[in-house]
């Protein structure tokens, strides 16, 4: 009789304990979330970025930081060609894609990226030392006894 592939597979004994007592599996874990938490916030930060930006604009033209006839849809043409186009500008920047809008000074591309790093890091980190069989424990060096 063959043995069942179940019981060879029980019989063996993970070669660090749990996976939770890994640093590798606690910074995969802290990159997963933050990429959750990016993608989720995403849309409203763009669109409230949006308005954070239009302010500041209507702020720098109001005290004369700005001329408003340089800067695009602005005093070029007719005022009817210029409410046109800051209506599609507005149109545009609201229907950004999650804050990577590169219309936005500030997005959330950087962060997302060093998120998904960490994540990859502690994939790989994790892999690495549950294939070698080391323990990066305090427990298993000896600390502590």
Avoid at 61 to 87: C, H, L, M, R, W
Wanted: proline share 6%; charged share 20%; net charge positive.
């Amino acid at each position: 009789m063959r043995p069942s592939l179940l019981s060879h597979v029980s019989s063996k004994k993970l070669p660090n304990g749990p996976v939770t007592e890994s640093p590798w599996f606690w910074l995969m874990l802290f990159g997963v979330i933050g990429c959750l938490a990016l993608l989720a916030a995403g849309p409203k930060y763009g669109k409230r970025q949006t308005q954070i930006e239009n302010r500041y604009y209507a702020f720098q033209v109001q005290n004369g930081y700005i001329d408003p006839a340089e800067t695009e849809g602005f005093g070029s043409g007719s005022q009817e060609e210029a409410k046109q186009q800051q209506a599609k500008r507005q149109e545009v920047s609201l229907d950004n894609d999650g804050g990577q809008n590169p219309e936005h000074a500030i997005s959330l591309g950087p962060l997302l990226i060093a998120s998904t790093l960490l994540m990859l890091l502690g994939a790989g980190g994790l892999v690495v030392q549950r294939r070698n069989g080391s323990s990066t424990t305090a427990n298993d060096k000896g600390v502590g006894r």
